[in-house]
């Protein structure tokens, strides 16, 4: 059985719908990526897969338990870090580390101890005297302390300057890739998730766009550049279709799948030249979500 | 589950200022030289109960948002019993002191702690408290607390409705002065902390 899944999860704030019959699965060891722009539903998938929010339809499971009654057991076997998380700002490092150390029967004081002079946190200091990085760290070196077999973090190297999330990644990245846990991160910065992600998952709206191992992904959806010698016509009725823009004399189109079928039909309308350019994930997660989303 | 216990202490310390103050000043004047009614005493002090109930209330309503407490390998009910634990010690310490100024202040009357409980009779006056006053004093002071900080914090506010309408009838059978009120009054008490504590206990989970 796969350490989470969602299963039809839908969940309503008053009429407003975060998320429209979410379903999927989150293998064993994978490091997954859960994408979306501001309210597309991710926050409030994790919150459901930890039990934080009850579902109005639908099921999150999370090794081998409904999410909604999650026990206590259970719990500490999975590590969370959300974004700007509250720390207890009036205690010190190392209380801090006593306090999460009570309430986790697997919490290795040790690999804590090792972690957090890697990341340079001072015990003594209060949590609130430490800048937003050092307490996204504080948190990530605490969660991995736990030794959890599922990691959930719900972007939190959100707010973080350049430096330090590439510090906070990899320190991630290290602690993660030896032993094998399982990963569900949200981010909204793609180059993070880019180095990080096996599998990635779109939200739009709430609605699942896509859910498929990275590479499968960039490898799958290409953007064609087709140039006319005058203005460029109506994008054809393509197959796959993400997203068309037209340019004067040039059509761009974003299609899944579109090898060998979106050269012919430009030709067709009278295209001269049709180059076709692999995306990055940035490229690619905009034309999946600008469709409605108004962006450019 | 001591860690979570000595946080809720911690985060309610700021209001033992208040509390210890208040509780000071009723203890002194409730021995001055002013002939001060027992209910008067109990009604005034009940203000401390009150006030810890609304900021431990408070408290928990924003520890809602507060996935980090709420991310524990630990039940709900536990979690929820030590942050209980943590508030009745404020209150106690607050009784005590009462106990303490009052007990100085009027030295002559030591020996009432080791008579036999008394229920107190409303519309009497006092000048000295035995242990049956003390304990209606903690009881009056405890309901209130819970009563306030279960309405406060409750995630769901129709549970905290049935407190609200005991602890009107508890007040009511105090203030109409009848030889039997304590007796009313202090079963009324207990209904409605067992009520509030019970359910408060029994919802815990609904904070995650």
Redesign the interface.
Not at chain 1, 85 to 88: G, H
Not at chain 1, 102 to 105: G, H, K, Q, Y
């Given at each position: 059985m796969n350490p989470i899944g969602f299963e039809r999860l839908t969940h309503y704030y008053g009429a407003t719908k975060a998320l429209d019959t979410l379903t999927l699965e989150v293998p064993p060891g994978c490091v997954f990526a859960l994408l979306g722009r501001n309210g597309a539903g991710k926050t409030t998938a994790i919150?459901c897969l930890?039990?934080?929010l009850a579902p109005t339809r639908g099921t999150a499971r999370i090794l081998g338990h409904d999410a909604a009654a999650l026990p206590?057991?259970a719990?500490?076997r999975?590590g969370?870090v959300?974004e700007g998380?509250?720390?207890?700002p009036?205690?010190r490092v190392r209380e801090l580390v006593?306090?999460q150390r009570?309430?986790?029967?697997s919490f290795d004081e040790a690999l804590c101890a090792s972690h957090l002079k890697r990341l340079g946190l001072p015990e003594k200091r209060r949590v609130f005297q430490l800048s937003r990085g050092m307490r996204a760290q504080l948190?990530l070196a605490l969660a991995l302390a736990q030794r959890p077999e599922v990691l959930v973090l719900d972007d939190p190297a959100m707010g973080l300057d350049a430096v330090v999330r590439r510090e906070f990644l990899d320190v991630m990245i290290d602690l993660i890739a030896d032993e094998g846990r399982t990963v569900l991160f949200s981010s909204h910065i793609l180059t993070d998730v880019e180095r990080v992600a096996d599998r990635v998952a779109i939200l739009d709206r709430g609605v699942l766009r896509v859910n498929a191992p990275l590479d499968e992904v960039k490898r799958r959806v290409r953007r064609y550049h087709a140039l006319f010698d005058g203005d460029a016509p109506e994008p054809p009725p393509l197959k796959g279709l993400l997203r068309a823009q037209r340019r004067r004399n040039e059509l761009v189109l974003t299609v899944v799948d579109g090898e060998g079928s979106v050269e012919p039909l430009c030709r067709e309308l009278g295209a001269r030249t049709v180059e076709p350019e692999p995306l990055g994930l940035e490229d690619l997660f905009v034309d999946y979500t600008a469709e409605r989303g108004g962006a450019a | 589950m001591r860690p979570v216990f000595i946080r809720e202490l911690k985060e309610l310390s700021p209001a033992l200022v208040p509390v210890l103050a208040f509780a000071v000043i009723a203890g002194a004047s409730f021995a001055g030289p002013l002939s001060v009614q027992f209910d008067d005493i109990l009604a005034v002090a009940s203000v401390g109960g009150v006030f810890l109930g609304c900021l431990h209330g408070g408290l928990d309503r924003w520890r809602r948002g507060d996935l980090f407490a709420l991310h524990r390998a630990v039940p709900a009910v536990r979690m929820e019993a030590a942050r209980t634990l943590a508030g009745v010690v404020v209150l106690l310490l607050g009784i005590v002191a009462l106990v303490i100024t009052h007990r100085v202040t009027t030295l002559s009357h030591l020996a009432d702690l080791r008579a036999m409980p008394q229920l107190a009779v409303a519309g009497r006056t006092y000048d000295h408290l035995g242990a049956g006053e003390i304990a209606l004093l903690a009881g009056f002071v405890l309901a209130g607390w819970a009563v306030l900080r279960f309405a406060v914090g409750a995630v769901r506010i129709r549970w905290a409705l049935p407190a609200f309408v005991v602890l009107p009838l508890a007040s009511w059978s105090f203030l109409s002065r009848t030889e039997t009120f304590a007796a009313a009054t202090a079963l009324a008490l207990a209904l409605t902390m067992l009520f509030s504590l019970g359910t408060g206990l029994c919802l815990a989970g609904d904070r995650r």
């Open positions: 919150k930890l039990g934080f206590a057991e719990r500490g999975i969370y959300a998380q509250k720390l207890v009036w205690m006593a306090y009570a309430s986790f029967p948190a | -």
